[in-house]
């Protein structure tokens, strides 16, 4: 988006395109001055105020942004836009023409996030497969004997032997392909150029969305979610804390606080302590002293 605002990349004004300008401005697209309006939020929105260092920020890039290319930066971002593509497996807007392979890729990748029909309804994921079926197995397995489920099949049950509950033989068939499922889930290799592209690394790893797990598998797990401890000893949600506070100072955001970098939740950590607890009475022996 950078890119294209850079280069003042348009299209022509439709009768489409004046349409909803006039529903959403309160005057005239044409005289808006947005260097000003950058500033105008409704007092009910402003949860999170822009601090003095945003303003000057603001106000320099504003400057900035009006120069030619200086210094080849708007093709070092488009190049970046390139790999950017290629590491979320062109689940984004391809920086190519309609012929291009990476638009043509793009555009396969559209029903993983768009649910209604026509585009009138689209979601920030594909979904919470993973989440949904994760907490379905841990109610079962409270539940024990007494919940009842149908149509399901036997290596989750398996696993669920182990903790010696949810072993009513009804159940059997769903446990089975629940374990499958979460099998299938795991991701197994990183995202290409992670680092490069800011990622951080999955191996081991259950995204949120879309044969018994072995004891490597397992161990790839702890090993990631090792890795994401957060100096306060807690987890966040994703990744871990990986810039200062201060950065909040450049929340672009008004309506959203402390979402310029990772924070620890007690909730993250506590799942993470759970599975940690649960692992080291099957493997007692495995990074024990991290661990405990």
């Known amino acids: 988006m950078g890119y294209c605002y850079g280069h003042r990349i348009s299209a022509e004004v439709t009768p489409l395109i004046e349409q909803p300008r006039q529903e959403l401005y309160v005057q005239p697209f044409e005289t808006i001055n947005w260097s000003k309006a950058r500033n105008n939020i409704a007092e009910v929105d402003l949860y999170a105020p822009h601090t003095k260092i945003l303003n000057f920020c603001n106000s320099i890039l504003s400057i900035y942004e009006k120069l030619p290319n200086f210094l080849g930066i708007r093709d070092i971002s488009l190049q970046e836009s390139y790999e950017l593509d290629e590491n979320t497996d062109f689940l984004d807007i391809a920086p190519e023409g309609p012929d291009s392979k990476a638009f043509k890729l793009s ?5 993983d996030y768009m649910l209604g029909p026509e585009g009138m309804m689209m979601c920030g994921t594909n979904g919470t497969q993973v989440w949904d079926n994760a907490l379905i197995v841990l109610a079962v397995i409270e539940a024990g004997s007494n919940c009842v489920l149908s149509n399901l099949d036997a290596q989750l049950f398996k696993l669920v032997l182990l903790i010696g509950l949810a072993d009513d033989p009804s159940n059997h068939q769903s446990m089975i392909h629940a374990l499958e499922f979460l099998d299938d ?3 197994k290799k990183n995202p290409k150029d992670n680092e490069r ?3 951080y690394k999955a191996l081991g790893a259950w995204g949120f969305s879309t044969h018994l797990v072995s004891k490597e598998r397992f161990c790839q797990t702890v090993d990631i979610l090792l890795s994401m401890q957060n100096t306060d000893g807690g987890f966040a949600s994703y990744e871990r804390t990986r810039g200062l506070k201060i950065l909040e ?5 008004e309506v959203f606080g402390n979402l310029m970098i990772e924070h620890s939740y007690p909730e993250c ?3 993470v302590l759970t599975a940690l607890n649960t692992f080291q009475k099957w493997y007692p022996a495995y990074r024990a002293d991290e661990i405990k």
Do not use: G, S
């Open 249 to 253: 100072w450049l929340n672009p955001a």
């Open 197 to 199: 592209c800011y990622r």
């Open 107 to 111: 555009k396969e990748r559209l029903i």
């Open 185 to 187: 889930a795991q991701i």
């Open 269 to 271: 950590t506590a799942c």
